[in-house]
């Protein structure tokens, strides 16, 4: 059975941090390209930053500097690192990956808000 599980998630003042983490199983995970979308309430699931099995990734503008991904195989887990958060960050953070990137994560709640 295949899982993805993110955590980490929650309530944080803007310019604050936070680490996300998918922890994942029943998945040759050294073998995919893993990533991080987010979805805003009124708003489409959109892509955050990817990473490949060879440790490149690329961002969406509006992260690029802020937020970090990386991939640990040995763990079968992805972070992501955001720092200097706004407002605009608050979203529903996903992980996808797998064979054809057909897994999704069922979710963590990050809230910017003072």
């Known amino acids: 059975q295949v899982q993805l599980v993110e955590s980490g998630g929650g309530l944080v003042q803007p310019g604050g941090t936070l680490r996300l983490s998918c922890a994942t199983s029943?998945?040759?995970?050294?073998?995919?390209?893993m990533a991080w979308y987010r979805q805003a309430p009124g708003r489409q699931r959109e892509l955050v930053a990817d990473?490949?099995?060879?440790?490149?990734?690329n961002y969406a503008d509006s992260v690029r500097g802020r937020f970090t991904i990386s991939r640990d195989n040995t763990k079968n887990t992805i972070y992501l690192q955001m720092n200097s958060l706004k407002p605009e960050d608050t979203a529903v953070y996903y992980c996808?990956?797998?064979?054809?990137?057909?897994?999704w994560g069922q979710g963590t709640q990050v809230t910017v808000s003072s």
């Open positions: 996808r990956g797998g064979p054809g990137s057909i897994y």
């Open positions: 990473i490949n099995t060879a440790g490149y990734s």
């Open positions: 029943g998945i040759i995970f050294s073998s995919w390209a």
